[in-house]
C-alpha cells in the first residue's frame, strides 16, 4: 500500500491511499519490474484520517510520500 499525501504550501490539500502491483515488462536488456495497476484505490480528503494513517504505516506496512 502506498499513501500520497498532497500539500500546498505547508497546508493539507487531499491524499490518495492505494495498494499498487508490480508486472514484469520486457525491454532489449531483458525483462523488468514497473508499476502495474492500483488494485485498491481511494481518495481521503479528511486530513486526520490521513494524519492517522501515516502514524500508523509502519505497523500497517504502507509506504508514505509527501507531496509539495
Known sequence: ????????????SAAELRRRTWKIAASSIGPYKE????????????????RQIWRN???LSIVTELVD
Open 35 to 50: 508499476w502495474g495497476r492500483d488494485s485498491f484505490f481511494r481518495v481521503i480528503t479528511d486530513a486526520d484520517e490521513a
Open 57 to 59: 504505516a509502519k505497523r
Open 1 to 12: 500500500m502506498v499513501l500520497t499525501v498532497y500539500v500546498n504550501n505547508g497546508t493539507f
